[in-house]
C-alpha cells in the first residue's frame, strides 16, 4: 500500500489517460435488457476528473436523451461542469440509473430534470422537449443519444417489429426531437446527435443498428444545411466501442463478445464514456465549433473512417 491506495492503482495514475483506461478481458456477464450501468462490471468511467472547465456553457440548457448512463450520462455531467442546467430522458425500468445521474449533476451545482419515458413514441418525443423548456426556462443544446441494438446473424432474424424499434428509437426520435425543439432553438443554438462507426463499416451481425446509424450520419449532413441560416448547429458524435450497458445488454452478443469488446481497435480497449464527452462539450460550445455544422466526428481509438 502507499498512501491508502494499493501498488497497482498508484501504477495506474501515473499513466496517461490514454493508456490507464480499463482494458479486456472483462467479466463476461450480460445484461437484461435495456441494461443498468450500476449492474455493469467495472463500473464505466463518467467522473472525467481530469477536465477542467471554463464556463463554456454558462447559462445554457440541455436536454440530453439516454441521459441516465453511458456516454449520455458523462455528457450531462461535463455539461452541468460547464455551466449548463440539464434535463435528460430515461425509461422507467432505467430510474435508478437516472437518479445516479441527477445527483452528479446537482454536485456540479446545476438543475437536473429527469423524464421518463420511451423515445420510440412521437408524443413522447414531443412532450420532453415542452417539459424542458417549461420546467428549465429554455432550450439551448439538444443531444439525441439514446440508442436500441441487438445483434443478428440473418437477414431472417430481423422482424418488422424489431426493425421499427432500431428505427423508432434511433432515428424517427432524432427527426422528431429537432422539429418539436425548434421553435425553442434561437442562433448560436446546437443540436448534437450519437452516430457510430457501425454507420462507417456496415458490421455483418448489426444490419439494422448499423442502417439506423449511417441514416442519421447522412439526416445530420441534410440538417446542417438546411438550418444554417437560422444559426443553428448539427453535428454528430461518431464513437466506436464505448464501455456503456448497451452491449452487455445486447440479446445477440455472446459473452465472449462482452469479455473481448474493445479489444480489436488499434488502442486494444473501448473508450469510456468521459473520453467521448468532451467532443460533446466541443460541439455545444458556439466558441468554440461556431464554423463547424454537418461534421462526422469519430471517436474510434485509433481507426479511422472508410475512404
Known sequence: MIGGLNVAAVAAMSKPQIQSEPAPPFPSKKLPKPGLESDLRPRPRYEARAYKPAGKLEGKTALITGGDSGIGRAVA????????????????????????????????GRRCLVVEGDLADAAFCRAVIERAVSELGRLDVLVSNAGYQNRKEQPEDITDEEFDR???????????????????????????????????????????????????????????????????????????????????????????????FGKKTPLGRPAQPEELAPAYVFFASDADSSYISGEILAVMGGATTPG
Not at 80 to 90: H, K, M, P, S
Not at 168 to 193: C, D, E, F, Q, W
Not at 194 to 211: I, M, R
Request: with cysteine.
Open 77 to 108: 455531467l461535463l455539461f452541468a461542469r460547464e455551466g449548463a442546467d440539464v434535463a435528460i430522458t430515461a425509461l422507467p425500468e432505467e430510474r435508478s440509473d437516472a437518479v445516479e445521474t441527477r445527483h452528479a449533476v446537482e454536485n456540479e
Open 166 to 260: 432500431t428505427f423508432k428509437t434511433n432515428v424517427y426520435a432524432y427527426m422528431r426531437l429537432v422539429r418539436a425543439a425548434l421553435p425553442h432553438l434561437g442562433a448560436g443554438a446546437s443540436i448534437i446527435v450519437t452516430g457510430s462507426e457501425t454507420g462507417f463499416e456496415g458490421p455483418e451481425l448489426l444490419p439494422d443498428y448499423a442502417a439506423s446509424k449511417g441514416a442519421i450520419h447522412t439526416l445530420t449532413k441534410v440538417l446542417a444545411k438546411q438550418l444554417a441560416d437560422r444559426g443553428i448547429r448539427v453535428n454528430c458524435v461518431a464513437p466506436g466501442p464505448v464501455w456503456t450497458p448497451l452491449n452487455p445488454a445486447d440479446e445477440g452478443a455472446t459473452p465472449d463478445k462482452i469479455a473481448t
